[in-house]
C-alpha cells in the first residue's frame, strides 16, 4: 500500500489494516459500535485468549447497551523484549491462523507487532484512525454514519499493573480508560476490588467479567510444557500446535530460540528421513531371511 501523507502513524511496509471480518452495518442502531482490541504477546496464543472474546461478547450482550463490530489480536513488537517472546513473524502466523481457522469474526492486526515498540494508547489511536477515520466508522441500516469506539480487552493482569503508581503514566491511564475504556476479564488467584478501587475515577469505563468456568492456561504454562517435551494439544488450537511442532518452535525458550528453530526443524526432518530410509532398509533384509530356504 502506497504511504498515506496524511497518515499520523508509521505502517509497517506493505501493511493493510484488516477489515475483512469488520461489520460495516450495525444491527441496532440504538447502540454504540464498538470493536475489541486484545494486545499482547501471544507467544504462543492460546485457547484463553481466543476464549476471552466470547467471554466479552456475552458481558455486553447482557450487560451493556454496545454493539460489537469486530475484534482483533495485536502482537506485540519484538522490541517487547519479553523473555520467551518468538520473533514476530512466528506470533503473527500463529494468531493468524488461530483467528481464521477457528474462529468466524476475529481479526489479526499486525501493525504494532512489526515495527517498534508502540504504547498500548497509541495502538488504540491507530484502530480508531483505521476504522472511524480512513473507514468512516459504520452505518446503521438506515443509512446513518457512526462513530465505532475501539476497547481494549485484557485479562486482570493488566488492570493490576493499571493501578499500580508509576507502572503507567498518568496521561496514558487516562487515554486509555477516559477515551476508550476497558474489558477486563477475571483470571484465578486475582483480587481486582483494590486495583479497580485505585482506578475508581475511570470505573465507568472499567468492566470486569467474571469466568464462569475457570481457565488458568498461559503462554508462560505452555512455553514450559513445550520446552520439557510435554503435550500442549487442547491447550491451544490444533492449526497453532500443528505450526509450533512442524517449526520446533519453543524447544530452546531462550534468546536463540527463533534463530535456531528452523535449523531444529530441518534437523528433525533428516532425522525422521533416516529413520525411513533405515526402516525401509530393514524391512527387505526380513523379506529376504523368510524367503532363505
Not at 122 to 137: K, Q, S
Not at 174 to 193: K, S, T, W
Not at 253 to 265: E, K, N, Q, V
Amino acid at each position: 500500500m502506497a504511504s498515506d501523507p496524511s497518515c499520523p502513524f508509521t505502517n509497517p511496509p506493505y501493511y493493510e489494516f484488516p477489515t475483512h471480518r469488520l461489520h460495516s452495518t450495525m444491527r441496532n442502531p440504538a447502540k454504540q459500535p464498538i470493536v475489541l482490541v486484545a494486545c499482547g504477546s501471544f507467544s504462543p496464543v492460546t485457547y484463553l485468549h481466543l476464549r476471552m472474546f466470547e467471554m466479552a461478547v456475552d458481558y455486553v450482550r447482557q450487560n451493556t447497551d454496545f454493539e460489537i463490530v469486530g475484534g482483533y489480536l495485536s502482537p506485540v513488537s519484538d522490541q517487547y523484549k519479553k523473555p520467551g517472546l518468538l520473533s514476530a513473524h512466528h506470533r503473527v502466523t500463529m494468531c493468524t491462523l488461530a483467528a481464521e481457522q477457528t474462529s468466524s469474526w476475529l481479526m489479526v492486526d499486525p501493525w504494532e507487532a512489526y515495527q517498534s515498540y508502540q504504547r498500548t494508547a497509541v495502538v488504540l489511536d491507530h484502530f480508531d484512525y483505521e476504522i472511524n477515520t480512513r473507514g468512516r466508522g459504520v452505518t446503521t441500516p438506515t443509512g446513518e454514519r457512526k462513530h465505532v469506539r475501539p476497547m481494549l480487552l485484557a485479562g486482570s493482569d493488566l488492570i493490576a499493573t493499571m493501578s499500580e503508581p508509576g507502572v503507567w503514566s498518568e496521561p496514558d491511564l487516562e487515554h486509555i480508560l477516559g477515551r476508550y475504556g476497558v474489558l477486563i476479564v477475571e483470571r484465578a488467584g486475582a483480587d481486582m476490588d483494590q486495583a479497580i478501587d485505585n482506578l475508581s475515577r475511570w470505573r465507568h469505563n472499567i468492566h470486569l467479567i467474571h469466568q464462569l468456568i475457570q481457565n488458568d492456561v498461559s503462554s508462560t504454562k505452555v512455553r514450559l510444557f513445550l520446552k520439557r517435551g510435554l503435550s500442549v494439544r487442547y491447550l491451544l488450537p490444533a492449526p497453532v500446535v500443528d505450526y509450533i511442532e512442524e517449526n520446533a518452535l519453543y524447544v530452546d525458550d531462550g534468546p536463540t530460540a527463533s534463530a535456531s528453530s528452523g535449523a531444529i526443524a530441518a534437523e528433525k526432518e533428516k532425522e525422521r528421513e533416516r529413520e525411513r530410509e533405515a526402516g525401509s532398509s530393514g524391512r527387505g533384509k526380513e523379506k529376504e531371511k523368510a524367503a532363505a530356504p
